[in-house]
């Protein structure tokens, strides 16, 4: 497999040019205060709506591991465009992006693809695992990806996932990110009421709970399952704490909350094992 990954978002969700984007991730860097290390970081949750919008929120999570070392990076998705399977893995041999180019972790693919039916795909179209390269490819040093976009919305899916995860990684230093946005609302003050219970319950580290709050019949935060299949790996490979870092919303950004106005919840958190 020699085929390069382009960017399907470049120069809309992020900047095309390699010295623009650049500067814009750096510049969010600097924005992050920062915060007393709670330990060994195994696991992000970050936004992946353009960096207009969400880049400052992911600065929080990815600004926890710069110049970090891990074995492993895996980063997981949910599907916004094309039904591509219940877990699919792009055929490319590296993504592209501006800033250049992030090998696939071939052996893990193949290990992954040993525990699970994994689609490898010719063609993606999908945002939500391209957005986070960038930020990888500034904090982190010699990079290689697991990116592992989920078709399946059930939670059996991300515990099956997780599970997999562990047992691939076992004995490895590893970084899971879960892509996600949260609540999706035509209401400023319904996305950050529901938005507040989401993180409530993440921050009890309870899958039980975390679950419960995103089974609701109404719960649009895109990357629920992502996120439970990250919770389920990081807790089995020991992590025992997790850190709220960044909440905001599209309307705070904008600043237009009036109601009826469509407006997305982002959220930072890293998963740790402790300090």
Known sequence: MSQV???????TFYPGATRQLSQQIEGF???????????????L???HAGYL??????????AQVRGAS?????VMSPLHRLPLGRFAVTRASAYQTPLGSVPLDEKLVSALQRELDVERVSFDGEHAIEVQIPFLQVVLQDTKLLPIMIGDPSFAAGQELGQALVRILSGRKALIVASTDLYHI????QVVERDRAVIDALATLNLARVKSELSLWDCSVCGRIPVYAM?????ELGADGIQVLHHTTSGDVTGIRTPGQYTVGYLAA?????G
Request: charged residues 20%; hydrophobic residues 35%.
């Open 5 to 11: 990954r382009s960017p399907v978002v470049a120069g």
């Open 29 to 43: 860097l600097t924005h992050v205060e920062p915060t007393e290390s709670k330990g060994e970081v195994m696991g």
């Open 45 to 47: 949750i970050s936004p």
């Open 53 to 62: 919008y969400s880049g400052q929120t992911a600065a929080h999570a990815y």
């Open 70 to 74: 891990f074995d492993a990076v895996v």
């Open 186 to 189: 035509e209401n400023y003050d």
């Open 231 to 235: 919770l389920t790996a990081t807790k």
């Open 270 to 274: 890293a998963v740790y094992k402790g």
